[in-house]
């Protein structure tokens, strides 16, 4: 089974409210990664979970938060979101570095903000 | 940081036609090279990856070939059909280091019945 669930697929959301988009994946993979892709444009990875750690945080603004309960889960809580920010998000896992790296990609949630 | 380019950026074939795509990078750590097709409002999908020891693998329709001393790899599809038009994303990086991933620019393929 070589599946990563996202959920919602579709979310429209005000620039007040607080939401959050949810991934998981049954693959026993210990890396799990956000990324942003906008129209016409590649994927950019926005986060790593390598073993339930985050790995990367750098450009991507604060009101963006992920959180990764445990190593099958990960969420992205949304907040104070601007209308750029519409995009789809991807969701993906990998079985971790040292072990093997190819990722394997959700369906993607696509957010809109108004 | 990695420098990552992918040509022709869109391309159309009539079915039956083959198709080649080229992905260039610049980081000499890049060790294993995947490319993933995407097809309209999906998430983007591993249809063929090569590791740096290996110069060139085949699966059924689709290979890629390596050239690691020039730093590029290539996609190519062969006896296409409608269904391959999607667009393809090459992502080159080490296998240590996910968060080094960065994709390529995408190549929009169509393939005309």
């Known amino acids: ?22 991934c998981e994946q049954h693959m026993g993979h210990r890396a799990m990664y956000w990324y942003k ?29 992920p959180e990764c309960p445990n190593s099958s889960l990960l969420n992205l809580h949304l907040h104070a979101l601007q209308p750029e920010d519409s995009a789809l998000y991807l969701c993906a896992s990998s079985a971790g570095p040292l072990v093997g790296n190819t990722i394997y990609f959700g369906e993607g949630s696509w957010l809109t903000v108004v | 940081g990695e420098n990552v380019e992918q040509h022709p950026s869109t391309l159309s074939v009539q ?12 980081d000499s750590a890049s060790n294993y090279f995947p490319w993933y097709k995407q097809e309209l409002g999906k998430g983007p999908q591993l249809i063929i990856d090569i590791r740096s020891n290996v110069g060139e693998k085949k699966d059924q329709r689709i290979a890629v070939t390596l050239n690691k001393t020039a730093k590029h790899f290539s996609l190519h599809i062969t006896e296409t059909q409608p269904e391959d038009s ?13 968060d080094k991933l960065i994709f390529g620019t995408g190549t929009r393929l169509q393939v005309f019945p």
């Open chain 1, 1 to 22: 089974d070589t599946e990563v669930t996202q959920t919602p697929k579709h979310l429209v959301m005000g620039m007040t409210n607080k939401k959050s988009l949810k």
């Open chain 1, 37 to 65: 892709q906008k129209a016409k444009k590649p994927p950019e990875l926005m986060f790593v979970y390598s073993y339930e750690k985050l790995s990367i945080n750098e450009s991507v603004p604060s009101r963006f938060s």
């Open chain 2, 15 to 26: 079915e039956g036609d083959s198709a080649v795509i080229k992905c260039t990078y610049s």
């Open chain 2, 86 to 98: 999607a667009v393809y994303f090459c992502a080159p990086h080490s296998i240590y280091n996910t």
